[in-house]
């Protein structure tokens, strides 16, 4: 028999020997996510109390960058503009992704075959996506502006307008996008279950009550997803701003990511992007825990 | 007998869409294939034109003869080539690292106990909703005082922290029953045979779905090689393509040949695992 003191020593042993063997197999994973993703959050917060660093050391200027930040026009712009960007992205994308997925439910032929095609632009990187919207948008040769051309004799400057331009970059965001969407939201639509579906029919609810009082309502799980996934994402819009418009013109496609990489390359000030950064990781962590307590209460 | 009809998952006639909504999705499909596919079906067509003969209105839409010199021009007098194959190569390289560092870090989350377990799990999912975007400027000051700028290893190593991964493959192995591996260490296996030889084989497709993830994250990156890569020779296909329209008067016929070529890996991943990509296990398992 054991004593107590033995035992509880060999306890101690088999427990400490069970957290080195956690943390080996956790060491790897560990070790990048605090050298590239934990100290680059607090790298930000130190950043944004300096200024240069690039050409020369960096130096403390204590608030000057968070001033300057609120105050600068461009800055306030480039959040504007994020936001209302994202705002008009992914209500659309939601919208036309949902009603490609409910036809798709409906069809009984070559389901899989237009699953495919409206999957495909999805999985082209969204520069590539972009750059291929120029043949698209084009005052000359682009497709959408010939077929313009053929009905109304006068070509349309998506890029060139300055209200137009902004609204251009999220329909490339809804063509890349609703493959992804559609799929997730068909997949979600496919996996309720029918029992109900036959109850509301029994009681003489049609297509479209069944609509918005079943399926809508038994989707929340994945519109939960979903809306926390598409704002992480389009909040960070950049590539096809840099392609596409590079800020203009005058300044209305300047998103929040464009003025980040500016900062570091234009303007050589990583200080103000380092402050804006870390406001957009804020507003992103805020807007994610608010997503997460409206669908928790609504449930 | 009536009562359990009712609860089948069986399709009742009048539950079938009638002709008229049938029509209207066949119609609604029809139009979104349509706008899915003409902006490939085009930069195919003028990848085989003339730059100039681009301005000629209206278009001839397939040219009579077929022009290579766009092509020529792209591997004659840029680096696609290299683009291409660095991205090919740092997209594997990273999927096969990640691969490994996730597995073994999803095992000890889901199979271990040990001290500091919940507040690992909470900084995880923290992460996930961290906008990668907003790193880059520490990023780019850390990367340098490392000495790796302008390197494949500035590509590589900030790509493998994504926590995504981890949680992902948490859930695939959490799911599996946990008396396979109990009876396993009775038997007197160690922790990384466990994990290697039961729980890895088990989990296939989520590595599967995990590996096509990551490749994908990395295949479409573009900002952080823009930030970090500065040497032609080094770039990737998105940042390198994005170059071509750099200059003065931009070549369409170039940027359409790049873009058209520059869709040809991905397609082939995706035909040859349809399955995958179709069936929505992606996301699933994110969401899960």
């Known amino acids: ?299 | 007998m009536s009562l359990r009809r009712s609860f089948t998952n069986r399709p009742i006639a009048s539950l079938q869409p009638t002709g008229a909504m049938m029509l209207t999705a066949y119609v609604v499909l029809c139009f979104a294939s349509i706008v899915s596919l003409t902006p490939f079906l085009y930069i195919l067509s003028t990848s085989i034109k003339e730059t100039n003969s681009l301005f000629t209105y209206p278009p001839d839409w397939i040219p009579a003869s077929i022009y290579w010199g766009n092509f020529q021009k792209l591997f004659g007098e840029t680096n696609f080539a290299r683009w291409t194959l660095n991205t090919l190569f740092i997209g594997i390289a990273i999927t096969l690292l990640k691969l490994i560092i996730d597995a073994m870090a999803a095992f000890a989350l889901a199979k271990l106990e040990f001290f500091g377990k919940n507040l690992i799990s909470v900084a995880l999912l923290l992460a996930v909703a961290v906008p990668v975007a907003a790193l880059v400027v520490p990023l780019f000051f850390i990367i340098r005082s490392m000495g790796l700028l302008n390197s494949y290893w500035a590509l590589i190593l900030p790509a493998l922290t994504n926590p995504l991964g981890i949680l992902m493959l948490r859930s695939f192995i959490v799911s599996l029953p946990a008396d396979l591996d109990h009876s396993a260490r009775l038997d007197g296996a160690s922790e990384w045979q466990v994990f290697s030889q039961m729980t890895l084989p088990l989990i296939r497709p989520g590595l599967v779905v995990h590996a096509i993830f990551t490749f994908m994250l990395q295949y479409t990156s573009f900002l952080w090689p823009l930030v970090a890569i500065q040497s032609d020779k080094k770039q990737v296909l998105t940042v390198g393509i994005s170059s071509l329209k750099s200059n003065f008067v931009v070549d369409w016929g170039l940027i359409s040949a790049a873009s058209l070529l520059a869709t040809i890996p991905i397609t082939l991943l995706f035909l040859a695992l349809q399955k995958y990509f179709l069936s929505q296990n992606m996301s699933g398992a994110i969401k899960g």
């Not at chain 1, 993703?37 to 950043?47: D, F, H, R, T």
């Not at chain 1, 130096?59 to 300057?68: A, D, H, P, S, T």
């Open chain 1, 1 to 299: 028999m054991l004593s107590t003191t033995e035992h509880r020593k060999l306890r101690l042993k088999a427990r400490i020997r069970q957290n080195l063997t956690a943390y080996a197999f956790l060491a790897p994973a560990l070790i990048f996510f605090v050298l590239f993703l934990a100290w680059p959050v607090v790298a930000l917060l130190i950043q944004s109390f300096q200024t240069g660093g690039i050409m020369s050391p960096a130096k403390y200027v204590g608030l000057e960058n968070w001033r300057q930040t609120f105050t600068d026009p461009l800055v306030v712009k480039s959040i504007r503009n994020t936001v209302v960007y994202s705002l008009m992205a992914i209500p659309a994308v939601f919208i036309i992704a949902m009603i490609l997925a409910l036809s798709l439910n409906t069809v009984r032929f070559g389901q899989n075959t237009f699953k495919t095609i409206i999957y495909y632009p999805t999985l082209q990187p969204i520069l590539l996506a972009a750059l291929m919207f120029t043949f698209v948008l084009h005052q000359d040769f682009g497709i959408l502006n010939i077929i313009l051309r053929a009905i109304t004799g006068e070509p349309v400057n998506f890029l060139g307008n300055r209200n137009l331009a902004l609204p251009t970059i999220a329909m490339v965001e809804v063509w890349k996008g609703a493959g992804f969407w559609t799929l997730l939201f068909l997949a979600g639509i496919q996996s309720l279950p029918r029992d109900l579906y036959h109850a509301a029919e029994l009681d003489g609810a049609g297509p479209g009550r069944r609509f918005f009082q079943l399926t809508l309502p038994l989707l929340k799980p994945t519109f939960f997803f979903s809306f926390i996934f598409a704002t992480i994402v389009n909040l960070q819009i950049f590539d096809s701003v840099f392609v596409l418009t590079d800020g203009g013109p005058v300044n209305a496609t300047v998103t929040t990511t464009w003025y980040i990489y500016r900062s570091l390359f234009t303007f050589n000030e990583p200080g103000y992007g380092a402050t804006l950064s870390f406001v957009l990781v804020i507003l992103v962590l805020a807007l994610t825990a608010v997503q997460t307590i409206l669908f928790r209460e609504r449930r």
